[in-house]
């Protein structure tokens, strides 16, 4: 009988240890399709094939290919964000959130090396531009946060050009103006013999010309190239050593005398003289505080030249250095003797070239010797004692300006002689 229910006890149970490993397979079953598996195979051998749904990449290669598309979203804006819009004759771009065109050209623009490199220059401000434009400027992009900056600027000048309207806080972001005028261009460096300067000013163009020697200042570099547009300058020469006239704060401290006066920038003193006209006289200012020769009689020693930087021992003489050693390096050769005149002696009676050194360097002795080739002087600018010496800029004004005076008076008394007879 124990036998017998025992056997009936095996009989009667009920198969629970089966169905509940069935169902744990079939919980693993779905686990696995969860996780989209490329292949599900079920108990009775049936294999099903699962294409991954279009669009998606297995993990591996998508976790290599975002570094690639993140790099290649940060360089592009893709077509479809930046459409083009036309009004009133005009197609330009809008840039839409992620588009770096602002930021990758101005990177380039404010990096002297690549700026160099590229020779492309900035340009702030509707007046800057438009005087840009007039002389002949070529510009390849402009930037800007309302059509009718563009509308004011000559259409004709814009063919060719890419125009992208960006938002006003990213130009003034990139801007280097207290208060952003909301346009910017990107123009090719120009060329003195490709531009067109201003007709109206051709009849004043005065037989002067200036020559920029050691000038390392962007400021007083702007400051006196709008001292020489003002005069009527024929031209502006910058020698090696000098701050690139088209450095950004020189065309902001210049307010568009780029484009109202020839400059020649970079030049190697061998060269200048190709730049000179016919029978000019080359002038050295000396605005280092000459007092008492000024007030008294011109001297012509070697002491006088304290203010010349001599390369050759690549030191900048003071005055309180030794006369005597001054002398011997006179009668060495390389310190030309250029007597002087004061500044507003006339010195205007044939075609004249200024030389302007910097304030810390001072003019070089390839300056004095060009003076004296061409039987030119230095200018002394008298200043009271104790004061050590001009600010360049302020120098090449007070030079310039004199020079303008002394044609204009030598002018009306020729007029005044033609009128007796």
């Keep these: 009988m124990a036998a017998l229910g025992e056997h009936a006890c095996w009989a009667t149970r009920p198969l629970l240890p089966v169905v509940q490993a069935w169902e744990l397979d079939a919980q693993r079953w779905v686990w696995a399709l969860r996780r989209s598996p490329v292949k599900v195979v079920f108990p009775l051998g049936q294999v099903v094939e699962r294409k991954p749904s279009p669009g998606k990449q297995p993990r591996k290669a998508a976790a290599e290919a975002r570094p690639c598309e993140q790099r290649l979203k940060s360089r592009q804006v893709p077509p479809s964000q930046t459409p083009s819009t036309e009004e009133s004759g005009l197609r330009y771009d809008k840039a839409f959130p992620g588009d770096k065109r602002l930021s990758s050209v101005m990177t380039v623009v404010k990096s002297r090396p690549f700026w160099e490199k590229q020779g492309k ?33 000559p259409i004709e000048k814009l063919k060719g050009v890419s125009l992208i309207k960006v938002k006003f806080e990213d130009i ?173 002696s006339d010195w205007t009676e044939a075609p004249a070239a200024v030389v302007i050194g910097g304030e810390t360097s001072g003019v070089s002795l390839e300056s004095l010797q060009l003076a004296e080739s061409t039987g030119g002087r230095r200018l002394l600018i008298p200043i009271v004692p104790g004061v050590d010496s001009l600010n360049s800029a302020m120098a090449a004004s007070i030079l310039l300006f004199e020079g303008k005076r002394q044609l204009r008076v030598r002018a009306e008394h020729l007029s005044r002689d033609g009128s007796y007879h």
């Design 121 to 153: 220059i900035l340009l702030e401000g509707h007046r800057l531009i438009a005087d840009a434009l007039k002389a002949g400027a070529v510009p390849t992009v402009f930037f800007f946060s309302h059509l009718e900056y563009i509308k004011e600027l």
């Design 172 to 344: 003034k972001d990139w801007s280097d103006l207290v208060t952003p005028q909301g346009i910017m261009g990107i123009f090719a460096k120009p060329d003195h013999v490709k531009m067109t300067y201003p007709e109206t000013q051709l009849p004043h163009t005065l037989p002067i010309l200036l020559i920029c020697d050691n000038l390392h200042d962007p400021g007083n570099l702007g400051t006196i190239l709008r001292s020489a547009a003002g005069v009527g300058c024929s031209k502006v020469l910058l020698t090696k050593g000098c701050v690139d006239a088209w450095e950004p704060k020189v065309l902001r401290a210049g307010m568009g005398a780029h484009f109202q006066v020839p400059i020649i920038n970079s030049l190697d003193w061998e060269a200048v003289p190709n730049y000179l006209p016919t029978d000019t006289r080359v002038y050295v200012a000396d605005n280092c505080g000459l007092y008492t020769q000024a007030q008294t009689q011109m001297s012509n020693k070697a002491s006088d030249y304290g203010w010349v930087c001599d390369r050759r021992p690549l030191k900048f003489h003071k005055y309180e250095e030794e006369e005597e050693n001054l002398e011997s390096a006179a009668n060495k050769g390389w310190l030309p003797e250029l007597e002087a005149q004061s500044y507003d």
